[in-house]
């Protein structure tokens, strides 16, 4: 069982930085899969970055370039640096993590970037 809870979001003006934080807790040793996804009022989820299962960095074409997925293995927790930021990125930010029998997701932080 894992447990993943987000934090970072908030209000920020175009341009601006925000820097997500998901803690993960819990049988950590079975993931598989970590990364972030984002959902607007309206929209479908979609994945925003991710670490897959060799440990490579996968990126929408949307944030490459802005956006950086990192991580702190001795923390279990994994972080969204995210740069230049515009107001299509509104959007709650949600944490996920697959394991072989299932996935898990945190509750979501809201990030507002006004114009």
């Known amino acids: 069982q894992v447990q993943l809870v987000e934090s970072g979001g908030g209000t920020v003006q175009a341009g601006g930085s925000l820097r997500l934080s998901c803690a993960a807790s819990g049988t950590t040793f079975n993931i598989n899969v970590i990364g972030w996804y984002r959902q607007a009022p309206g929209k479908q989820r979609e994945l925003v970055a991710q670490?897959?299962?060799?440990?490579?960095?996968n990126y929408a074409d949307s944030v490459k370039g802005r956006f950086t997925i990192s991580r702190d293995t001795a923390k279990n927790t994994v972080y969204l640096q995210m740069n230049s930021l515009k107001p299509e990125d509104t959007a709650v930010y949600y944490c996920n993590a697959l394991t072989t029998i299932r996935d898990y997701w945190g509750q979501g932080t809201q990030v507002t970037v006004s114009s």
């Open positions: 670490f897959d299962s060799g440990g490579r960095r």
